[in-house]
């Protein structure tokens, strides 16, 4: 869990550049005919993945080079302070330059990036066409380095900075409390747990080199006067590392545009990405400017852009649900769904336009299955971790809203848009609806304090936002009832759960997505799927991630025992997309598939249902008042007390551990087929009530 997650974009090419000795690990990503961008390292504590939340984004529009500085990543870690002066790393960037066939670049530089880029530019202008610097670190420039010097060699330092701090057994404290001061920014947690990690890739002996060589380097002021490349510096007003005096003095030196983030640390690139980017591009763009075509209509039709959750189907098939109801409502609409896989393998058999710019999206289901254990995904850590994905796919999301309107903007559980649209409300030109149908992250009881913690800080951000920008949702839906919302708090001291949601939410009623066939229905659903007279029919379904397949193996292990005790059992399994059925044992009273379309009317032919938990799936066998046992994940939080919650209203399904189904399963089969439901009826006209809340918007 605590590895770092595999990267949104893999690297075109990999290598390194070798100068004196150093070897410098870069990564190259292509667009061929497109200016370069040079990401440039920062101080040796982080390696170059902190450009994480840039790299996807600006690797669309230009072709981009990342490398480890030394001391860092995967690069040479030499020995000394006179290895790290500011010159090394300058002529450095122009060694990886020279090693990636790169002529000329950008240079983009964080913190101390800002003094090797601008000695780049001033000893090598034909290479650097321009400069962004990201909270400028020369303190030279204001007149504060030989304080800085003083306080780092002190015997007793004042604060953790300090070079005795770090040999004698206080690198750990000196890196918590550093990154704290990075990420100032309130809800911050993340981007302080990143950048700990890195830290630790690196030993104190190359820190406090690094260190002594950066105090060792000169004033850059000469160089900046020397510039004639474009310069954009960008500093935040609460850096509380390097005050923003230094951006300006930095911008008035070079002749450069300043722009001041009001409240922004020290992590800017980080904690604002959204804003980083685009202002990256922006600089790009004028610097290396290209014809662009402006298309203009004075009529279009009225258009909507679907957003659904890509984490199973369910989703996938009440959205189309909604969306049939809305045509009905506004038959001029045309909508367009900006979706991924395994969503798509509903949307493309119904006919609906799928967006091109989906391509561009990063899978999340792939990203949260790498997360998934023995039919364990701690879901809310799993979401914490997909940061880059967000970052990118709300990118994506705003390339196209750029590039094309939209009258509505309907997102299902689609965090990005959501997050990223309160955290920059100037980018919405258009009505926003955002539906759900859980409200609270909720910690696990293993998860201890601090997992209590960082679930309560979500969700004040997460209240925050909506308090601050009522105006960035045109409407709230949550997918159910009232009473279907938990009355747990968000956390301590902070409101309960579904007294909130009911001041901040419309109610559409649960949607199915599908209308419970009739008896004959259900007997052809039978007898099209090979279920004989007289045989009992368990469907085993997972749903549309490949998180589940610890369970469906665990199940297939237990059917010689429910076939002796229910003569006549029959088994089919179903894997979803993301599994492969072939990779599944096989048994004479199993039938392994895929995909299935139309799983909601095989579950509601089925005689009792083994499911892992989910939502939708549960709540369809629920409207087709089919028996079942749901399994959930491990540290599912959701699927734990959301879901459970829900179905225990409804008096709906049968809960199990996944540690009970071993011994416990064919026994609970057998129960389960014999036992008469009376589940709370589920409302069929949901959709039509999500359809006119939305319609109210157009």
């Known amino acids: 869990m605590n590895a770092e997650p595999r990267p949104v974009r893999e690297a075109d090419r990999t290598g390194f550049a070798d100068r004196a000795g150093v070897r410098l690990a870069f990564r190259v990503y292509d667009n061929p005919g497109r200016p370069t961008l040079l990401l440039m390292p920062t101080w040796s504590i982080v390696p170059s993945l902190f450009w994480k939340a840039q790299v996807p984004f600006l690797a669309r529009h230009f072709r981009v080079v990342t490398f480890d500085g030394r001391g860092s990543g995967e690069s040479s870690r030499p020995v000394g302070f006179e290895s790290y002066v500011d010159s090394e790393y300058a002529e450095d960037a122009i060694a990886v330059l020279d090693a990636t066939d790169t002529a000329r670049a950008v240079l983009v530089g964080l913190s101390r990036g800002d003094a090797?880029?601008?000695?780049?530019?001033?000893?090598?202008?034909?290479?650097?066409?321009?400069?962004?610097?990201?909270?400028?670190?020369?303190?030279?420039?204001?007149?504060?380095?030989?304080?800085?010097?003083?306080?780092?060699?002190?015997?007793?330092?004042?604060?953790?900075?300090?070079?005795?701090?770090?040999?004698?057994?206080?690198?750990?404290?000196?890196?918590?409390?550093?990154?704290?001061?990075?990420?100032?920014?309130?809800?911050?947690?993340?981007?302080?747990?990143?950048?700990?990690?890195?830290?630790?890739?690196?030993?104190?002996?190359?820190?406090?080199?690094?260190?002594?060589?950066?105090?060792?380097?000169?004033?850059?002021?000469?160089?900046?006067?020397?510039?004639?490349?474009p310069v954009l510096v960008i500093h935040g007003t609460d850096d509380q590392i390097r005050p923003h005096a230094i951006g300006a003095r930095l911008a008035e030196l070079t002749g450069g545009d300043l722009v001041l983030i009001d409240g922004a640390g020290h992590g800017v690139h980080a904690r604002d990405p959204v804003r980083i980017n685009l202002l990256i591009k922006d600089f790009v763009d004028r610097v290396h400017p290209v014809a662009r075509t402006v298309r203009t209509s004075r009529t279009r039709p009225l258009r909507a852009l679907y957003l659904s959750s890509p984490i199973g189907l369910g989703h996938a098939r009440r959205d189309l649900a909604i969306a049939t109801e809305l045509r009905k409502l506004e038959p001029r609409l045309e909508i367009d769904w900006l979706a991924q896989h395994p969503v798509t393998e509903v949307l493309g058999p119904a006919q609906e336009r799928i967006h091109p710019a989906s391509a561009w999206l990063a899978n999340e289901s792939a990203h949260v299955e790498e997360d998934s254990g023995e039919h364990d995904l701690h879901v809310f850590?799993?979401?914490?971790?997909?940061?880059?994905?967000?970052?990118?796919?709300?990118?994506?999301?705003?390339?196209?809203?750029?590039?094309?309107?939209?009258?509505?903007?309907v997102g299902d559980e689609a965090w990005d848009v959501d997050y990223f649209l309160h955290e920059n409300p100037g980018l919405k030109r258009f009505s926003f609806a955002w539906l759900t149908d859980f409200v609270g992250w909720l910690p696990m009881p293993d998860g201890g304090a601090r997992e209590q913690r960082l679930t309560a800080d979500y969700n004040l951000e997460m209240i925050s936002q909506r308090a601050r920008l009522r105006r960035v949702r045109d409407r709230s839906v949550f997918v159910g009832n009232p009473d279907d919302v938990v009355t747990l708090p968000f956390g301590e001291g902070l409101p309960a759960i579904r007294e909130w949601t009911e001041q901040n939410f419309d109610f559409s009623g649960y949607v199915t997505g599908f209308d419970p066939p009739s008896e004959r229905a259900s007997a052809a659903v039978r007898r099209r799927i090979g279920v004989r007279a007289g045989e009992k029919l368990c469907v085993v379904t997972v749903g549309g991630s490949g998180v589940g397949e610890s369970l469906l193996r665990l199940v297939?292990?237990?059917?010689?025992?429910?076939?002796?005790?229910?003569?006549?059992?029959?088994?089919?399994?179903?894997?979803?997309?993301?599994?492969?059925?072939?990779?599944?044992?096989?048994?004479?009273?199993?039938?392994?598939?895929?995909?299935?379309?139309?799983?909601?009317?095989?579950?509601?032919?089925?005689?009792?249902?083994?499911?892992?938990?989910?939502?939708?799936?549960?709540?369809?066998?629920?409207?087709?008042?089919?028996?079942?046992?749901?399994?959930?994940?491990?540290?599912?939080?959701?699927?734990?007390?959301?879901?459970?919650?829900?179905?225990?209203?409804?008096?709906?399904?049968?809960?199990?551990?996944?540690?009970d189904v071993a011994d416990g399963l064919a026994s609970a089969i057998a129960e389960e087929l014999g036992r008469r439901v009376s589940y709370r009826e589920v409302e069929q006209d949901g959709a039509a009530r999500a359809a006119a809340l939305l319609a109210e918007l157009l």
């Open 116 to 229: 090797w880029s601008v000695l780049a530019a001033a000893r090598h202008p034909s290479r650097v066409t321009g400069i962004v610097a990201i909270g400028p670190a020369s303190g030279s420039l204001i007149g504060v380095q030989e304080l800085e010097r003083e306080a780092w060699e002190a015997e007793e330092g004042a604060t953790p900075y300090n070079r005795h701090c770090w040999l004698g057994g206080g690198y750990d404290d000196f890196t918590s409390w550093f990154f704290a001061r990075m990420f100032a920014e309130p809800h911050s947690t993340k981007q302080i747990e990143d950048a700990v990690r890195w830290a630790h890739e690196i030993d104190p002996v190359t820190l406090v080199d690094t260190t002594a060589g950066r105090l060792a380097s000169g004033s850059i002021e000469d160089e900046c006067r020397r510039l004639r490349c």
């Open 381 to 409: 850590e799993a979401f914490r971790r997909l940061d880059a994905v967000l970052v990118n796919n709300f990118m994506v999301f705003q390339d196209l809203l750029e590039a094309e309107p939209y009258d509505l903007v």
């Open 556 to 659: 297939l292990s237990v059917v010689p025992e429910a076939v002796r005790l229910v003569p006549g059992l029959r088994f089919l399994v179903v894997t979803g997309p993301r599994i492969d059925p072939s990779a599944l044992p096989v048994h004479p009273a199993v039938s392994i598939r895929g995909f299935v379309p139309d799983l909601p009317q095989v579950l509601a032919a089925c005689d009792v249902a083994v499911v892992q938990g989910g939502l939708t799936t549960c709540m369809e066998l629920t409207a087709a008042r089919r028996p079942f046992i749901y399994v959930p994940l491990r540290h599912h939080f959701e699927q734990n007390f959301h879901v459970r919650h829900r179905l225990d209203r409804y008096g709906a399904g049968r809960h199990m551990s996944y540690e």
